[in-house]
């Protein structure tokens, strides 16, 4: 094709290609960073052990959930205190530091090697995160992630929410409230059956392979951008939240001109998210929804727009045997419907659906193992997916994933893990063989990563 619909379509490919890349490293970013959640200055700030809030890092056991609503603030610690007068404002001081480490080495070795790369690949450290983590003044905490990576040998600013809560009654039923911001949509949630908290908690990064084709709120605005809004429990059975997010890119002069960003948020994103949450004797279960609508403009503030309409329904399932052990189970379905009149004009309506699920058995805190499936599929484009690339190619322009994931743990101390996973793949880029146009086959990106993972 010439003229100005070639011209029009060539530039509509370069773009493609850049969102396609833009994905993969959101998609790396959300499946292969270790953020760790249970926190020595958490426990050294509440007086109660690691596993009295998770079943195991970081899953939220109720308590922790609890704890997380309330905004970081219980405490069993005697604080510097003082109190606030007409002219005098209050302190609230900790007699600990509320610093928090998190530290995760490891070894990964592919089935078939990247050309010419080294297989297995080992990190040591792979990442470390450093929290400042706690309450700062009575029903106000804070949990701010700045992590290093091998792969980016600098450390930088990661997902973080800080959050403000009260207490009340409505209506003769028991009403917690608050504000929170956070850089992550979904990383303020209280289950691990949402995006920035869902398994695998831990996994391989560039020497390992994820889905290149994902959803914006499966991680992809991940520590791009702000936001903030209002969140609620009723009864302690209905949660809600609203909020609004605004892009923030990182490591770019201010103010921003969004060159070179392929998401760049017009007015305001909102976010909304609501939950149901039922105790039955031993068992738990939450079910929910949540989701995001997104106005972008890729590499500039102002112009033509894609859009975004994410609506996802989660699940969480847990039971406590009569032996002591407990099994839990979570689940989420995200839709993606998307407008891409900026990106691909020549083809702008296209779909995307992800879903995943998980099943954990506890040997009491100790011992974990974890299965469970994934998938990915959607809307069929030579120009969004293009093949041909060697690793990243997409067979036919489909983005279906099929894959499986398998873990063991084992916890010699309750902030000590050492854990072996292993992700297969049975279609990936859309075929299980030769889906990259060179050979290589969605088998050739199975995956073993073996872990250690530390909290001080």
């Known amino acids: 094709m010439t003229g100005t619909n070639g011209e029009l379509c060539g530039k509509s490919r370069i773009k493609s290609k850049w969102i396609v890349m833009a994905l993969a490293v959101a998609a790396t970013t959300s499946w292969f960073s270790p953020s760790a959640f249970a926190l020595s200055s958490f426990a050294r700030q509440t007086g109660m052990s690691c596993g009295s809030c998770h079943w195991s890092f970081p899953e939220l056991t109720p308590v922790g959930r609890e704890f997380k609503l309330h905004a970081y603030t219980e405490t069993a610690e005697k604080n510097l205190t003082e109190n606030a007068g007409d002219k005098t404002a209050a302190l ?11 530290l995760v080495t490891s070894l990964t070795y592919t089935k078939l090697s990247q050309p010419a790369s080294q297989n297995p690949s080992v990190e040591v450290p792979q990442g470390l995160n450093v929290w400042l983590a706690g309450q700062i003044i009575p029903n106000f905490g804070e949990a701010v992630q700045i992590t290093y990576t091998a792969a980016a ?36 949630d209280l289950w ?15 020497a390992g392979f994820a889905p290149l084709a994902t959803t914006l709120i499966d991680g992809a605005l991940a520590g791009q951008v702000v936001g903030a809004g209002l969140y609620a ?24 001109t969004g060159a070179n960003q392929m998401i760049n948020i017009q007015y305001v994103a909102p976010y909304w998210r609501l939950a149901w949450q039922q105790y039955l004797g031993n068992s738990y279960f939450e079910i929910g929804t949540y989701g995001i609508y997104v106005d972008s403009t890729p590499d500039t503030i102002g112009g033509a727009a894609d859009s975004y309409l994410d609506f996802a329904g989660d699940l969480s399932y847990e039971t406590t045997l009569d032996n002591g052990d407990s099994i ?27 879903l995943r699920l998980d ?31 060697p690793l990243v190619g997409f067979a036919n322009g489909s983005p279906n994933d099929l894959g499986y994931i398998a873990q063991a743990a084992y916890w010699p101390g ?20 030769n889906y990259d146009g060179n050979g290589r086959n969605a088998s050739d990106n199975n995956t073993l990563y073996a872990f250690i993972w530390i909290n001080y």
């Open 233 to 256: 429990m009723v009864d302690d059975h209905l949660y809600g939240v609203a909020e609004i997010y605004r892009s923030q890119h990182l490591g770019v002069p201010q103010p921003e």
């Open 153 to 188: 040998d600098h450390f930088s600013f990661d997902s973080s929410d800080v959050r403000y809560s009260r207490e009340t009654t409505l209506f003769g039923k028991d009403l917690v409230y608050g504000i929170d911001s956070n850089n992550n949509p979904t990383f303020e």
């Open 414 to 433: 309750q902030n000590f893990q050492i854990g072996l996973q292993y992700r297969g793949f049975v279609t990936y880029n859309g075929a299980s063989s």
């Open 359 to 389: 099943v954990n058995y506890h040997f009491g805190n100790k011992v974990t193992v974890t299965a469970g499936p994934f998938m990915t599929w959607g809307t069929s484009d030579t120009v969004l997916y293009p093949g041909g690339a």
């Open 92 to 102: 609230s001081l900790p007699q600990f530091v509320p610093l928090s480490v998190s």
């Open 192 to 206: 691990n059956s949402v995006p920035a908290w869902g398994f695998p908690f831990a996994s391989a990064d560039s």
């Open 328 to 354: 839990t189970a979570h689940g989420t379905f995200i839709y993606e419907t998307s407008y891409l009149g900026a990106s691909v004009p020549a083809s702008p309506n296209h779909d995307l659906q992800t």
